[in-house]
C-alpha cells in the first residue's frame, strides 16, 4: 500500500487559509485584507483549534486533498466509496485485466485479534487459493469471456489504484472511522488510516485525540444478542421501490410553478388542479424540466421527490451504483455480508456449458476454502477476503428525483454493464408504477433527448429513433 498526496501544499499554507475562513465573518476587512493578516502559523493553529472545539469544523472544507492510493484491495475501494462527500476516479474493471494485479495477503488473528501461531501457514495456504483464482479469471478469458464477464471471480482481495479528493474535514472522519471503530479490526483499514493520519493536518490533533470510541459497545453487538442467527439472509432476486413521495407528479409540478411563478402553494395547487393536471402540456414541461435538468439548472425541482429501492448486486458492480454520490445506499459491513454462498452467474457464462462449470466449480471452491479457515477459528474480519466479486448483497438507498434520472440516463444506456442495466430497468418499471408523468423523463438521453453524448463510442441506437419516439 501506498498513500501520496498529489497536491502537495505546506501545512502553513494550510492553516492559513483554513484561520482566514475562520475569521472572515468577523473581520473588519475584506477577505484578501483577512488573509494577510493570518500570516502566523502558531497562530493560526490556536485559532483553527479554539473554532472546531465551537464545533464549527466547516472552515476545513476549504484544506483540500487530492490523494493518490496504490495497490489498496477492493476492501478499501468500497469502504472509501460510501464516504458520499469525498471524490473518486478508479481503475476499471471492466476495461484492465487484472489477472497480474496482485493482491493483498492479511495476518490472520482469532476473535480476540491475536495472531495465531500457524500465521505464517495460513498466509501460504491463502495465497495458494488467491493465485488459483486469478489462474482462474486468467482461463475464462483466454477462452473467450470478456473481462467485465471474467471479472466475478477476482476476490476483493485484488489490488485496486485510486485517486480520491476530499477536504481536512472528511479525511479527518476517516481516521476516526479507520482507526477507532470496528473497522479497525481490519487490518488493512487500520494501516490506511494511520496513513491517513500522517497526512492529516496537525490542527487536527487534538480533535482526533480526544475521541475514544469503545470498540465493544457496538451497535452490531447489540443487535447480535438479541438476534438468534447471525447469518442465513437471503438476497432478493429483483429490485422492490420500498417507498416514496405520495403524488409524484404533483409535487414536482406544484415546485415548478412555485419558482417560476413565485407563488404559495395553495395557489401552485390551483393552478395545478386546473390547467395542468388533465392536460398534456404536462410531458412537455416534464420535458423541458428534464433538459434544464440535464444541465444542472433545475434539478432542485426533481429533487423534491424522493425513492427508497432495494436492490440485490454483486460486488462486480456494487462500485458502478455506489459511485453515484448524490443518493445514500445502505450497504452490509463486510463481516456481515461475507456469505460466499450466494452469488451470480454472468448470462455469457451460464449459457456456455463448460464455462459454467468452471465458473460453478471456482465458487464452491472458494466456499471450501472459506469454511476450512473459519473452522480454524480465524476472526471475520480476516476471512473477508474470501469474497468474490460475484459474491451478492443487498442495497438499501434513497435516491431523489433528480439524481435517479441522472442515475438511470447512464445506467440504461445500452453500454452500460448488463447487470447494473438490469436493475436499472427494475427500478424505472417501478416508478412507472407510481408515476405516469415523471416516469417518462426515465431513461437513456437518446429516448428522452434525441441525443447521443458517447462521440464515437456511440451504439448507434439514436440514428433509429423518430422524434416521435423521445417526444410522446
Given at each position: 500500500?501506498?498513500?501520496k498526496?498529489?497536491?502537495?501544499i505546506?501545512?502553513?499554507?494550510?492553516?492559513r487559509?483554513?484561520a482566514?475562513?475562520?475569521n472572515?465573518?468577523?473581520?473588519?476587512?475584506?477577505v484578501?485584507?483577512?488573509?494577510?493578516?493570518?500570516?502566523?502559523n502558531d497562530?493560526?493553529?490556536?485559532?483553527?483549534?479554539?473554532?472546531?472545539k465551537?464545533?464549527?469544523?466547516s472552515i476545513?472544507d476549504?484544506?483540500y486533498?487530492v490523494?493518490?492510493l496504490?495497490?489498496?484491495s477492493?476492501?478499501?475501494?468500497?469502504?472509501?466509496?460510501?464516504?458520499?462527500?469525498?471524490?473518486?476516479?478508479?481503475?476499471s474493471?471492466?476495461n484492465?485485466?487484472?489477472?497480474?494485479?496482485?493482491?493483498?495477503?492479511?495476518?490472520?488473528?482469532d476473535?480476540d485479534?491475536?495472531?495465531?501461531k500457524?500465521?505464517?501457514?495460513?498466509r501460504?495456504?491463502?495465497?495458494?487459493?488467491m493465485?488459483?483464482?486469478f489462474?482462474?479469471?486468467g482461463?475464462?478469458l483466454d477462452m473467450?469471456?470478456?473481462l467485465?464477464?471474467?471479472?466475478?471471480v477476482?476476490?476483493y482481495s485484488?489490488n485496486s489504484?485510486?485517486?480520491?479528493?476530499?477536504?481536512?474535514?472528511v479525511?479527518?472522519?476517516l481516521v476516526?472511522?479507520?482507526?477507532k471503530?470496528r473497522l479497525?479490526k481490519?487490518?488493512?483499514?487500520?494501516?490506511?488510516?494511520?496513513?491517513?493520519?500522517?497526512?492529516?493536518?496537525?490542527?487536527?490533533d487534538k480533535k482526533?485525540?480526544s475521541?475514544?470510541?469503545?470498540?465493544?459497545d457496538?451497535?452490531?453487538d447489540m443487535?447480535l444478542?438479541n438476534?438468534d442467527?447471525?447469518?442465513?439472509?437471503?438476497?432478493?432476486n429483483r429490485?422492490?421501490?420500498l417507498?416514496?413521495?405520495?403524488?409524484i407528479?404533483?409535487?414536482?409540478f406544484?415546485?415548478?410553478i412555485?419558482?417560476?411563478?413565485?407563488?404559495?402553494?395553495d395557489?401552485a395547487?390551483?393552478?395545478y388542479?386546473c390547467y395542468?393536471k388533465k392536460?398534456?402540456?404536462?410531458y412537455?414541461l416534464?420535458?423541458?424540466?428534464?433538459?434544464?435538468?440535464f444541465?444542472n439548472?433545475?434539478?432542485?425541482?426533481l429533487?423534491?421527490v424522493n425513492f427508497?429501492?432495494?436492490?440485490?448486486?454483486?460486488?462486480a458492480?456494487?462500485?458502478?451504483?455506489t459511485r453515484?454520490?448524490?443518493?445514500?445506499?445502505?450497504?452490509p459491513e463486510?463481516?456481515?455480508l461475507?456469505?460466499v454462498?450466494?452469488?451470480k452467474?454472468p448470462p455469457?457464462?451460464?449459457?456456455d456449458k463448460?464455462l459454467r462449470?468452471m465458473?460453478?466449480?471456482?465458487?464452491e471452491?472458494?466456499m471450501?476454502m472459506?469454511?476450512k479457515?473459519?473452522?480454524m477459528g480465524?476472526r471475520?474480519?480476516?476471512l473477508?477476503?474470501?469474497l468474490?466479486?460475484?459474491n451478492?448483497?443487498n442495497?438499501n438507498s434513497n435516491i431523489?428525483?433528480?439524481s435517479?434520472?441522472?442515475?438511470l440516463r447512464?445506467?440504461l444506456?445500452?453500454?452500460?454493464?448488463?447487470?447494473?442495466?438490469?436493475?436499472?430497468?427494475?427500478?424505472?418499471?417501478e416508478?412507472k408504477?407510481?408515476?405516469?408523468?415523471?416516469?417518462?423523463?426515465?431513461?437513456?438521453?437518446c429516448e428522452?433527448?434525441?441525443?447521443?453524448?458517447?462521440?464515437?463510442?456511440?451504439c448507434?441506437?439514436v440514428?433509429?429513433?423518430k422524434?416521435?419516439?423521445y417526444?410522446?
Amino acid at each position: 500500500m501506498e498513500v501520496k498526496v498529489l497536491n502537495n501544499i505546506s501545512e502553513e499554507d494550510r492553516a492559513r487559509v483554513v484561520a482566514t475562513a475562520g475569521n472572515l465573518s468577523r473581520f473588519k476587512g475584506n477577505v484578501m485584507e483577512c488573509f494577510l493578516a493570518h500570516d502566523e502559523n502558531d497562530k493560526n493553529v490556536k485559532l483553527i483549534n479554539n473554532i472546531i472545539k465551537l464545533g464549527h469544523e466547516s472552515i476545513c472544507d476549504h484544506d483540500y486533498f487530492v490523494i493518490a492510493l496504490k495497490d489498496v484491495s477492493a476492501i478499501v475501494e468500497q469502504t472509501l466509496i460510501e464516504e458520499r462527500i469525498a471524490s473518486f476516479t478508479i481503475k476499471s474493471r471492466r476495461n484492465v485485466n487484472f489477472k497480474d494485479a496482485g493482491y493483498y495477503v492479511p495476518n490472520f488473528h482469532d476473535d480476540d485479534g491475536i495472531l495465531l501461531k500457524n500465521n505464517d501457514m495460513l498466509r501460504n495456504m491463502y495465497s495458494e487459493h488467491m493465485d488459483y483464482l486469478f489462474d482462474s479469471y486468467g482461463k475464462l478469458l483466454d477462452m473467450g469471456t470478456s473481462l467485465e464477464d471474467a471479472r466475478f471471480v477476482n476476490p476483493y482481495s485484488f489490488n485496486s489504484n485510486i485517486i480520491m479528493g476530499c477536504d481536512s474535514h472528511v479525511l479527518k472522519d476517516l481516521v476516526v472511522k479507520l482507526t477507532k471503530t470496528r473497522l479497525s479490526k481490519i487490518s488493512e483499514l487500520k494501516e490506511l488510516g494511520e496513513k491517513f493520519r500522517d497526512i492529516l493536518p496537525s490542527y487536527y490533533d487534538k480533535k482526533v485525540d480526544s475521541i475514544d470510541i469503545n470498540l465493544q459497545d457496538d451497535i452490531k453487538d447489540m443487535l447480535l444478542d438479541n438476534i438468534d442467527s447471525r447469518r442465513g439472509y437471503k438476497v432478493v432476486n429483483r429490485v422492490k421501490l420500498l417507498n416514496h413521495t405520495d403524488r409524484i407528479d404533483e409535487v414536482i409540478f406544484n415546485c415548478l410553478i412555485m419558482k417560476k411563478l413565485g407563488c404559495s402553494s395553495d395557489y401552485a395547487n390551483y393552478i395545478y388542479d386546473c390547467y395542468i393536471k388533465k392536460n398534456k402540456v404536462r410531458y412537455d414541461l416534464i420535458r423541458k424540466l428534464y433538459s434544464t435538468s440535464f444541465n444542472n439548472l433545475d434539478n432542485n425541482i426533481l429533487k423534491s421527490v424522493n425513492f427508497r429501492f432495494e436492490l440485490p448486486f454483486s460486488l462486480a458492480v456494487l462500485t458502478h451504483f455506489t459511485r453515484h454520490r448524490t443518493h445514500d445506499p445502505v450497504i452490509p459491513e463486510f463481516t456481515t455480508l461475507t456469505d460466499v454462498s450466494q452469488y451470480k452467474i454472468p448470462p455469457y457464462i451460464d449459457e456456455d456449458k463448460n464455462l459454467r462449470k468452471m465458473f460453478i466449480q471456482v465458487f464452491e471452491q472458494n466456499m471450501d476454502m472459506y469454511d476450512k479457515f473459519k473452522k480454524m477459528g480465524i476472526r471475520d474480519e480476516d476471512l473477508i477476503y474470501f469474497l468474490l466479486s460475484g459474491n451478492l448483497v443487498n442495497v438499501n438507498s434513497n435516491i431523489d428525483g433528480a439524481s435517479l434520472v441522472h442515475m438511470l440516463r447512464l445506467r440504461l444506456c445500452e453500454k452500460a454493464q448488463w447487470e447494473i442495466r438490469s436493475n436499472a430497468l427494475q427500478m424505472k418499471n417501478e416508478v412507472k408504477k407510481v408515476s405516469k408523468v415523471y416516469s417518462s423523463i426515465l431513461g437513456p438521453t437518446c429516448e428522452i433527448m434525441g441525443k447521443c453524448f458517447e462521440g464515437r463510442e456511440s451504439c448507434g441506437k439514436v440514428k433509429t429513433l423518430k422524434k416521435s419516439d423521445y417526444h410522446g
